[in-house]
């Protein structure tokens, strides 16, 4: 059902059981989906597709689709930035710190 794109609290309605514990039972297949839905649609973003287009596409409101691809560009602004080795970095400084004289 959930593959079929019926959302948790449905699944849980027709079994009688929690949304929590049908995500458990599934193993975080929804949240899988939507995790691969959303690298998709940040693809075809940065390839050239409008906002439009996608949302159309995906059947998801413009906002929703704003904000998948605000959040992976937030990602990989943060993983771009992260790779100058920011520990090697904060190492020099701190060396640099203890091997200055101390000012009293």
Do not use: N, Y
Request: charged content about 25%.
């Amino acid at each position: 059902m959930i593959r079929a794109g019926h959302p948790l609290r449905v699944v849980a309605a027709k079994f009688g059981i929690s949304m929590p514990k049908v995500s458990v039972l599934s193993r975080g297949l929804a949240s899988r989906l939507k995790a691969e839905r959303d690298a998709q649609i940040w693809v075809l973003r940065r390839s050239g597709s409008t906002v439009s287009a996608l949302a159309s596409h995906f059947q998801l409101s413009l906002f929703r689709i704003r904000r998948i691809c605000a959040r992976a560009e937030r990602s990989d602004r943060g993983t771009s930035e992260r790779r100058g080795g920011s520990s090697s970095d904060t190492t020099v400084t701190l060396s640099a710190i203890a091997a200055a004289p101390a000012c009293r």
